[in-house]
């Protein structure tokens, strides 16, 4: 006699039962499993005392009283080893409670007695053979289901597309990437959860969140646990020193997740549930630092967050731009990655999905922008994978939209969920959380190279302290990167109001004009050349000095480019023109000489006369949007007033320059 498929099983594989993790959110895999009939006619045994244990085992199970069920129903088996029915009921009995390797053997076992059974046990055993990465065994039983024919169209067809998730895990299990593991360590790892959040851009500070048991029993009775983050700082021999808790104002009794760092270590975001300040579930906070401290966080709002599960984030080196996942409606499945952009008073664009290349019908999560701003990783059940949640990478084009994601390939990817990912700034090594290791606890964090097709492009980074010239005392400034190819603008980013501390990334292969402001000062100018250095470039440790605005005052305008003997304003000076238009238009009084210079090479008179044509194009570009010629003069000084040497090409460059002074007030 044949047994019914009555009940789906839904196993909640978050380590989180009794609150929503800001980590991980609530996803979940269905299983379905055989409940045995009660009719005990014309089952496949003969022995009476067999069935009357069948019996009385299958009472029990009814009950969920479990451990009695075993007994019996194994004391049934003991009596008629082939008697198929009592087999499955230890099936059904241990898929309930989560014992998959034993529920897999008593299905398994039921099937060869009795073949024909049940038909629905083939894709049941197959649904239990995939989540545990066994690919070819759950393949067989999937194509033996479908030889029936029978069963509802869409169970037909999700077993079909079971079948290739198989086949692909087969493939990718055959043609495995380059992985070596390696656990970070008892100062980093305890016997409890560490999910790896960010390392910082100058790889020097590890940031990642622990769960902890907080001794208070809730309901179901089971103890309460408490999410904290978590840092720790890479010391001189190379080893990461004991992690700390980040404590207050960051870390409550509450629960906080998912932490993201801006690259320049200024902003901190991340999630919290069932605040009171909350608009859903979920919702991203953000706070900013104040020389060793945070301040104390803020929700981004009901245009970021949304009444439902927000969580997730990750900001950009660009210094505006947010990544997240939420689930919110108008998405493409369960679980979408959304962006948002910071304005320049402080509010947040409305958020606007990835799209089809990122987002599907199923669930996205745990977005990962690099600082190179190009590399996305997230985790992803929707797109081709090995089964569960598996980690991809898909690269931005220069329209912004997203290529064509790829999976990060086995072993990184298993049968199990991955989730969690971080790359380092120079994209060479990655940092993943896991509990298939043989780790310190359950979720540990480890270290891994990450081969060289999944790497970002790479990123340096310029660091150091803003001063005021004359008191040395430290300033907040704002920073802003332009690509001069692209003539657009990279990076934003704010010096620390207490300390006066910056760091700004720099992706590799690129020429940047940089520029450092702040009210009552005049800016700071300079420009970097990386194109052709596609690895990690040194480090730019540089201090910046910003001037009051004084008469007499120079700054030397690094970004204001001419061709060669010519005196056309090329199109990458613009952003620098910009700069210097908005110093006018906030000082109403001031005025300025504009000068050009040129290096030695040439005749005096034709230097004079081009660097003089030069300081006049500056000028008639700030009169052209409104500032009085009146505020203005321009010189040309050609090569009479050098301010490096003209034995070098760099000094020759150096001595090419265009000025402007404070001549008035």
Same mark, same amino acid.
């Given at each position: 006699?044949?047994?019914?498929?009555?009940?789906?099983?839904?196993?909640?594989?978050?380590?989180?039962?009794?609150?929503?993790?800001?980590?991980?959110?609530?996803?979940?895999?269905?299983?379905?499993?055989?409940?045995?009939?009660?009719?005990?006619?014309?089952?496949?045994?003969?022995?009476?005392?067999?069935?009357?244990?069948?019996?009385?085992?299958?009472?029990?199970?009814?009950?969920?009283?479990?451990?009695?069920?075993?007994?019996?129903?194994?004391?049934?088996?003991?009596?008629?080893?082939?008697?198929?029915?009592?087999?499955?009921?230890?099936?059904?009995?241990?898929?309930?409670?989560?014992?998959?390797?034993?529920?897999?053997?008593?299905?398994?076992?039921?099937?060869?007695?009795?073949?024909?059974?049940?038909?629905?046990?083939?894709?049941?055993?197959?649904?239990?053979?995939?989540?545990?990465?066994?690919?070819?065994?759950?393949?067989?039983?999937?194509?033996?289901?479908?030889?029936?024919?029978?069963?509802?169209?869409?169970?037909?067809?999700?077993?079909?597309?079971?079948?290739?998730?198989?086949?692909?895990?087969?493939?990718?299990?055959?043609?495995?990437?380059?992985?070596?593991?390696? !656990? /970070? $360590?008892?100062? &980093? =790892?305890?016997?409890?959860? +560490?999910?790896?959040?960010? %390392?910082?851009? @100058?790889? #020097?500070? *590890?940031?990642?969140?622990?769960?902890?048991?907080?001794?208070?029993?809730?309901?179901?009775?089971?103890?309460?646990?408490?999410?904290?983050?978590?840092?720790?700082?890479?010391?001189?021999?190379?080893?990461?020193?004991?992690?700390? !808790? /980040? $404590?207050?104002? &960051? =870390?409550?009794?509450?629960? +906080?997740?998912?932490?993201? %760092?801006?690259? @320049?270590? #200024?902003? *901190?975001?991340?999630?919290?549930?069932?605040?009171?300040?909350?608009?859903?579930?979920?919702?991203?906070?953000?706070?900013?630092?104040?020389?060793?401290?945070?301040?104390?966080?803020?929700?981004?709002?009901?245009?970021?967050?949304?009444?439902?599960?927000?969580?997730?984030?990750?900001?950009?080196?660009?210094?505006?731009?947010?990544?997240?996942?939420?689930?919110?409606?108008?998405?493409?499945?369960?679980?979408?990655?959304?962006?948002?952009?910071?304005?320049?008073?402080?509010?947040?664009?409305?958020?606007?999905?990835?799209?089809?290349?990122?987002?599907?019908?199923?669930?996205?999560?745990?977005?990962?922008?690099?600082?190179?701003?190009?590399?996305?990783?997230?985790?992803?059940?929707?797109?081709?994978?090995?089964?569960?949640?598996?980690?991809?990478?898909?690269?931005?084009?220069?329209?912004?939209?997203?290529?064509?994601?790829?999976?990060?390939?086995?072993?990184?990817?298993?049968?199990?969920?991955?989730?969690?990912?971080?790359?380092?700034?120079?994209?060479?090594?990655?940092?993943?959380?896991?509990?298939?290791?043989?780790?310190?606890?359950?979720?540990?964090?480890?270290?891994?190279?990450?081969?060289?097709?999944?790497?970002?492009?790479?990123?340096?980074?310029?660091?150091?302290?803003?001063?005021?010239?004359?008191?040395?005392?430290?300033?907040?400034?704002?920073?802003?990167?332009?690509?001069?190819?692209?003539?657009?603008?990279?990076?934003?980013?704010?010096?620390?109001?207490?300390?006066?501390?910056?760091?700004?990334?720099?992706?590799?292969?690129?020429?940047?004009?940089?520029?450092?402001?702040?009210?009552?000062?005049?800016?700071?100018?300079?420009?970097?050349?990386?194109?052709?250095?596609?690895?990690?470039?040194?480090?730019?440790?540089?201090?910046?000095?910003?001037?009051?605005?004084?008469?007499?005052?120079?700054?030397?305008?690094?970004?204001?480019?001419?061709?060669?003997?010519?005196?056309?304003?090329?199109?990458?000076?613009?952003?620098?023109?910009?700069?210097?238009?908005?110093?006018?238009?906030?000082?109403?009084?001031?005025?300025?000489?504009?000068?050009?210079?040129?290096?030695?090479?040439?005749?005096?008179?034709?230097?004079?006369?081009?660097?003089?044509?030069?300081?006049?194009?500056?000028?008639?570009?700030?009169?052209?949007?409104?500032?009085?010629?009146?505020?203005?003069?321009?010189?040309?000084?050609?090569?009479?007033?050098?301010?490096?040497?003209?034995?070098?090409?760099?000094?020759?460059?150096?001595?090419?320059?265009?000025?402007?002074?404070?001549?008035?007030?």
């Amino acid at each position: 006699m044949k047994f019914s498929l009555k009940v789906i099983l839904v196993f909640f594989l978050s380590p989180i039962s009794f609150f929503q993790s800001p980590v991980t959110g609530n996803w979940s895999l269905v299983i379905g499993y055989g409940s045995m009939a009660q009719n005990t006619s014309n089952l496949s045994t003969i022995s009476k005392k067999a069935l009357k244990l069948y019996t009385q085992a299958y009472e029990r199970y009814q009950l969920r009283e479990y451990q009695q069920a075993l007994d019996l129903v194994n004391k049934a088996i003991e009596e008629d080893s082939n008697f198929a029915e009592a087999w499955g009921l230890k099936g059904d009995m241990a898929a309930e409670q989560r014992e998959i390797e034993t529920a897999i053997t008593s299905y398994d076992k039921a099937v060869e007695l009795f073949p024909d059974m049940d038909y629905n046990l083939y894709v049941i055993l197959g649904n239990l053979k995939l989540m545990m990465g066994r690919y070819a065994e759950a393949k067989a039983n999937y194509e033996k289901y479908l030889t029936y024919n029978k069963g509802p169209t869409n169970r037909r067809w999700q077993t079909e597309e079971n079948i290739l998730k198989c086949s692909y895990g087969m493939y990718m299990m055959s043609h495995p990437v380059p992985f070596d593991p390696e !656990n /970070l $360590g008892d100062s &980093i =790892n305890s016997i409890h959860d +560490e999910y790896i959040n960010a %390392i910082s851009s @100058d790889k #020097q500070t *590890l940031w990642f969140t622990r769960r902890l048991p907080t001794g208070t029993i809730v309901p179901n009775g089971s103890d309460a646990i408490e999410e904290d983050f978590y840092l720790s700082h890479l010391s001189g021999d190379n080893a990461w020193d004991r992690a700390y !808790n /980040l $404590g207050p104002p &960051i =870390n409550t009794r509450g629960n +906080e997740g998912a932490i993201s %760092i801006s690259p @320049d270590g #200024q902003l *901190l975001f991340f999630a919290a549930c069932q605040r009171e300040d909350g608009y859903g579930s979920c919702d991203i906070y953000w706070s900013w630092k104040m020389g060793n401290r945070w301040s104390i966080p803020r929700n981004l709002g009901p245009v970021v967050n949304s009444e439902t599960w927000d969580s997730q984030p990750s900001f950009s080196s660009d210094g505006k731009t947010l990544y997240f996942a939420s689930k919110r409606g108008g998405g493409k499945g369960s679980s979408d990655i959304w962006r948002s952009e910071l304005l320049p008073n402080g509010d947040w664009t409305l958020p606007v999905n990835l799209g089809d290349s990122i987002n599907t019908a199923g669930e996205e999560q745990n977005p990962f922008i690099h600082p190179d701003d190009q590399t996305l990783y997230f985790a992803s059940k929707g797109h081709q994978g090995m089964g569960g949640l598996d980690l991809f990478y898909s690269r931005k084009w220069l329209d912004g939209s997203w290529g064509k994601p790829v999976n990060l390939g086995y072993p990184i990817n298993t049968y199990a969920d991955e989730i969690t990912l971080a790359v380092n700034s120079t994209g060479d090594v990655a940092y993943i959380s896991s509990d298939k290791f043989g780790g310190r606890g359950r979720q540990d964090i480890y270290s891994f190279p990450l081969y060289k097709e999944a790497q970002p492009h790479p990123v340096t980074y310029m660091k150091g302290v803003v001063y005021d010239k004359e008191t040395g005392n430290k300033l907040q400034a704002h920073f802003e990167l332009h690509d001069l190819l692209r003539n657009q603008l990279v990076v934003k980013a704010v010096s620390d109001p207490i300390d006066g501390s910056f760091l700004v990334c720099l992706p590799t292969d690129r020429d940047y004009a940089l520029n450092v402001s702040r009210d009552g000062y005049l800016f700071f100018s300079d420009n970097f050349s990386l194109t052709g250095i596609r690895d990690q470039a040194k480090p730019f440790l540089k201090n910046i000095p910003l001037q009051p605005i004084k008469v007499g005052e120079t700054v030397v305008l690094k970004n204001i480019f001419f061709d060669t003997d010519k005196f056309d304003l090329k199109p990458e000076s613009y952003n620098e023109l910009e700069k210097l238009l908005g110093l006018l238009k906030a000082n109403p009084s001031l005025k300025i000489e504009i000068s050009g210079h040129t290096d030695i090479r040439g005749p005096e008179e034709h230097n004079l006369e081009l660097s003089k044509n030069r300081a006049k194009a500056v000028v008639d570009y700030l009169v052209s949007q409104g500032i009085s010629q009146s505020r203005m003069t321009y010189a040309g000084y050609g090569f009479s007033k050098p301010i490096d040497t003209n034995e070098t090409d760099e000094g020759l460059a150096n001595n090419r320059r265009t000025e402007f002074r404070i001549v008035g007030k």
